[in-house]
């Protein structure tokens, strides 16, 4: 191990979320923050559950599981075609891939694969960014 490097668990906190990511602190480029992204989450969540409910009674599985597959649905197509769910666009976010460029169709299928699984969005990392979103190598924004 180089003499700079430091331990693991030595490596000091950042100072706002996204300064690991050289993400800016606030503004468009920084991480987009809990309240916003619950936000996104209800907005995209609603959508999901008014459709089906056209067809298939309120509480009942048909709609759960119909509710569930549009929800995952809509992430996989809206990510990589207008740069994130119609929620996280309504309020001011996008998903990027860390690395730059297209975010492509592999991960949103990851992010979206992990997020429908719920945990994995609960476990946050101090650049706020979820499991899902560490595993795709995408960070969500604000645009």
């Known amino acids: 191990m180089p003499e700079n490097t430091p331990a693991s668990g030595q490596i000091p906190p950042s100072e ?7 993400l800016p602190e606030s503004g468009t480029g920084s991480v987009g923050r809990v309240g916003r992204r619950i936000l996104a989450l209800c907005i995209d969540w609603a959508i999901a559950n008014l459709i089906p409910l056209l067809w298939a009674p309120y ?21 990589p075609t207008i740069g994130g769910s119609i929620g996280h666009r309504v309020t001011g976010m996008r998903v990027i891939a860390l690395e730059g460029g297209w975010v492509g169709l592999r991960r949103p299928l990851v992010r979206t694969l992990l997020l429908v699984i719920v945990i994995p969005a609960l476990v ?3 650049d706020q960014r979820g499991f899902h979103d560490k595993v795709a190598g995408t960070v969500l924004v604000r645009s």
């Open 59 to 79: 509480a009942s599985n048909l709609h759960s599981w119909t509710t569930l597959a549009l929800f995952a649905i809509m992430q996989v197509v809206f990510i």
């Open 16 to 22: 706002w979320p996204g300064e690991r990511l050289g």
């Open 124 to 126: 946050w990392d101090s």
